[in-house]
């Protein structure tokens, strides 16, 4: 009786040792699993940044080297102390997005010469630059900014005065390792030429739709018949006209 007794107290005090060592470990990958969860939400929020803002100089926390890229993160401090709805923050709103826009349409052209190219499925990957990017892990960075600098001065690639994006250079470095980066730079040659200087870039004309355009086209016809038509009276008409005129007037006493 007293050994089965004490069999069954070690029995219990080892599943109790068990139960809390289990609470114990759980209690320390909890903090774990916050920080790791965290930390993914961070890297997310970077690369949605990234995506939204395409900042120049991606690899600058601070957004302050570039003008372009200070400039935009200043407008998001202060549309972000703005109350949200007010006038203030939908005039920073427009302000952003107009920024947002013009880095975006250049990202654009440089997506349709990579598709031109043959990289339908890559376009997208190849564009895709992080905060954490490193002009010390890129293979052929001197090759790359002057190829940046051609594209600057050769082509309307970018449409600003100031310099090119630094963004970019990460991007040619991967067209160099592939080969590609000349024929790159001849389709944008092809492409985007570079105006003559003090020359703007022409803007697509604006055009009513197509069946807005025949609409308006068959207005001015049918105007033109009429006055056609007016003037082209047979005289016996005019007379009639007249006749109806003259027997309408009284000449005064």
């Known amino acids: 009786m007293g050994t089965s007794f004490r069999k069954f107290c ?30 993914f939400d961070r890297e997310a929020k970077k690369r949605r940044d ?25 407008l998001l401090q202060s549309r972000a102390r703005a109350r949200r709805g007010s006038q203030e923050y939908r005039r920073l ?18 997506k349709l010469i990579l598709e031109n190219l043959g990289f339908m499925a890559e376009a997208e990957s190849l564009l895709t630059v ?10 052929n960075a001197p090759a790359a900014r002057d190829l940046l600098h051609t594209l600057y001065s050769d082509t309307s690639i970018f449409n600003s005065k ?12 991967r067209l160099i390792h592939l080969d590609v980066a000349e024929d790159f730079v001849n389709k944008a ?23 807005m355009s025949r609409f308006v086209q068959d207005l001015s016809a ?11 009276q ?19 006493s």
């Open 10 to 39: 070690t029995q219990f005090c080892c599943c109790c040792c068990c139960d809390d060592d289990d609470d114990d470990q759980e209690e320390e990958k909890a903090p774990l699993l916050s920080e790791t969860l965290q930390y």
């Open 222 to 232: 049918g105007e033109e018949e009429d006055q056609l038509g007016d003037e082209e």
């Open 189 to 211: 040659r092809r492409f985007y030429p570079k105006g003559e200087e003090g020359e703007e870039e022409e803007e697509p004309s604006s055009t009513l739709p197509l069946l």
């Open 50 to 74: 990234q995506e939204t803002n395409l900042w120049s100089e991606p690899g600058d926390p601070s957004h302050s080297e570039r003008d372009d890229d200070r400039a935009l993160y200043n």
């Open 130 to 139: 992080s905060a954490g990017a490193s002009y010390d892990r890129m293979r």
């Open 162 to 173: 100031e310099a090119p994006p630094e963004r970019y250079l990460f991007i040619l470095d």
């Open 234 to 252: 047979s005289p016996k008409e005019v007379d009639d006209s007249d006749d109806s005129d003259d027997s309408l007037y009284v000449e005064p």
């Open 93 to 110: 709103s427009v302000d952003i997005q107009a920024m947002r826009q013009v880095r975006h349409g250049v990202r654009e052209k440089w």
